[in-house]
C-alpha cells in the first residue's frame, strides 16, 4: 500500500493523484510533491544569471541556462532531501509533521535511499558540465555545505544561515556561467539571498517549534523565542538591503530597482500576516516566497532585456 500524503504537502499534489503508486514513496522522498523547496533552490540562480545581464555589454539572458538550472535546481534538491532524510530519520520518527516521511515509516530502506540519493547526484553532475568551467567549479564547491547542513541544527541554533549558504549557491553559479568569474555584485546578492533564506526558513522552522524542543533539534525560530517576528523582520531588511547594493553595483535601471521595491513589499507582507503560533500561517508566508523570488528574478530579466533592446 503507497504511503499516505504528508502534512505538509499541497492537496491533491501530482505525486499523490498521477505518479505510478511504486515512484510515489522515492518522489516523496525528494519532495517532488512540495515543489516550494526546487523553486527556492532555483531562483537564486535565475537572479544570478539575470543579474549578469545588467553590467554595460553583458550578453542576453540565456533561456538554455535558465532551463538548465531549472532541471539542477530540481534534481539536486531531491538529492540534499534525500541526504536530510537519511541523517535525521530517527529524529523524524519522532517528530508530528515528519514520521509519515518514506524512510521513518519504512516505505523505503536507507540503502535504496542511498542508491537513489547516487542517481541524483549523476544527473546533478551532468547538467553542471554543461556550463564553462568557472561556473562547473564553484558548483561543485557547494557540495560540502550541502553534506553538512543535517548535522548544524544539532550544534548550531543556526542551521538556518548553513541552508542560506547551499541554497543560494546558485547566485554564484548563475554570474560565473555568463561571466566566466566572480565579483561584488553577485557576492552582495548572494548575501541577499542568505538574510532572505534566513527569514524565510526561520517562518518554516515555527511548524515544528514545540516537537524540536523535545528531540533537541536547534533552530533560529527556537533561538529567538518571543522576538521571532523582530528576528525575521530583520533578515527580511538584510536581503532587500544586500539586493539594493548589488542592483547599484551593476548600475540596473528603473525596472531592477521596482522589482526591488516589490519584492521588498512582498516580505513585509507575510510579516504582517504571519501568526507565529499557527502552522498553515506559518507554512502559507513560507510558501509565499515563491512568488517573492521570481517577481525579483523577473524585474532584472527585463531590465536586462530592456537595456539589450536599447
Given at each position: 500500500m503507497p504511503s499516505p500524503s504528508l502534512p505538509d504537502a499541497p492537496p491533491g499534489n501530482w505525486v499523490d493523484t498521477r505518479a505510478p503508486p511504486g515512484w510515489r514513496p522515492y518522489l516523496r522522498l525528494m519532495r517532488a510533491d512540495r515543489p516550494i523547496g526546487t523553486w527556492l533552490?532555483?531562483?537564486?540562480?535565475?537572479?544570478?544569471?539575470?543579474?549578469?545581464?545588467?553590467?554595460?555589454?553583458?550578453?542576453?539572458?540565456?533561456?538554455?541556462h535558465l532551463a538548465l538550472f531549472a532541471i539542477g535546481a530540481f534534481v539536486m534538491r531531491g538529492a540534499g532531501c534525500v541526504w536530510n532524510d537519511i541523517t535525521d530519520r530517527d529524529i523524524d520518527a519522532r517528530v508530528a509533521r515528519t514520521a509519515g516521511r518514506p524512510l521513518p515509516s519504512g516505505?523505503?530502506?536507507v540503502r535504496a535511499a542511498l542508491l537513489f540519493m547516487a542517481c541524483l547526484l549523476a544527473a546533478g553532475l551532468l547538467v553542471l558540465l554543461q556550463f564553462n568551467l568557472p561556473a562547473i567549479l564553484i558548483g561543485l564547491s557547494s557540495i560540502l555545505v550541502i553534506a553538512a547542513y543535517?548535522?548544524?541544527k544539532r550544534i548550531s541554533d543556526f542551521p538556518q544561515l548553513v541552508l542560506g549558504l547551499a541554497f543560494n549557491w546558485g547566485v554564484l553559479v548563475g554570474w560565473a556561467a555568463v561571466h566566466g568569474d566572480l565579483g561584488v555584485a553577485p557576492l552582495l546578492l548572494y548575501s541577499a539571498g542568505i538574510a532572505w533564506t534566513l527569514g524565510y526558513d526561520t517562518i518554516y522552522a515555527l511548524q515544528d517549534i514545540d516537537d524540536d524542543a523535545i528531540v533537541g533539534v536547534r533552530s533560529t525560530a527556537r533561538y529567538f523565542g518571543t522576538q521571532v517576528m523582530t528576528a525575521i523582520s530583520f533578515f527580511y531588511a538584510a536581503a532587500i538591503l544586500f539586493a539594493v547594493l548589488a542592483l547599484l553595483r551593476v548600475t540596473a535601471g528603473p525596472i531592477g530597482y521596482l522589482g526591488a521595491i516589490i519584492f521588498a513589499f512582498m516580505l513585509a507582507r507575510q510579516v504582517m500576516t504571519l501568526d507565529p503560533s499557527n502552522e498553515r500561517s506559518a507554512l502559507a508566508a513560507f510558501r509565499a516566497n515563491r512568488a517573492a523570488g521570481l517577481v525579483f528574478f523577473l524585474a532584472l530579466a527585463a531590465d536586462g532585456w530592456l537595456r539589450a533592446s536599447l
Open positions: 533552490l532555483l531562483l537564486p540562480c535565475w537572479w544570478g544569471a539575470a543579474l549578469a545581464t545588467l553590467p554595460d555589454g553583458a550578453p542576453r539572458l540565456d533561456v538554455a516505505a523505503v530502506t543535517p548535522f548544524i
